[in-house]
Nanobody, 121 residues
Framework: QVQLVESGGGLVQPGGSLRLSCAASGRIYNVYTMGWYRQAPGQQRELVATITRDGITNYVDSVNGRFTISRDNIRNMVYLQMNRLKPVDTAVYYC???????????????WGQGTQVTVSS
């Protein structure tokens, strides 16, 4: 009923930049907090950044000052601008959204399929 689709991942050299996008579509009544998470090989998935519908943001310390999360409430999209990338940022990045469905009017968590970000020279 709801899909989150990420795009924008790829291979970048250390110090470079990438911009991730995530689009939520389907029978959506409202989208609340959205966020980006990442999972490196052999590690647990960790929170990178979140943004509320009102634009309040939160970042993990390791990306603070380098990454910027933003959203478009009309298009139901969330973005992650990643600057000064480091090899330790290499991971699969996942989009998450707290979404109320039109059909049930219940708020549920939805995840995208992930997009690979590789930082390497």
């Amino acid at each position: 009923q709801v899909q989150l689709v990420e795009s924008g991942g790829g291979l970048v050299q250390p110090g470079g930049s990438l911009r991730l996008s995530c689009a939520a579509s389907g029978r959506i009544y409202n989208v609340y907090t959205m966020g980006w998470y990442r999972q490196a090989p052999g590690q647990q998935r960790e929170l990178v950044a979140t943004i509320t519908r009102d634009g309040i943001t939160n970042y993990v310390d390791s990306v603070n000052g380098r990454f910027t999360i933003s959203r478009d409430n009309i298009r139901n999209m969330v973005y992650l601008q990643m600057n000064r990338l480091k090899p330790v940022d290499t991971a699969v990045y996942y989009c998450r959204g707290e979404i109320t469905l039109l059909t049930t009017m219940t708020r549920e968590d939805f995840w995208g399929q992930g997009t690979q970000v590789t930082v390497s020279s």
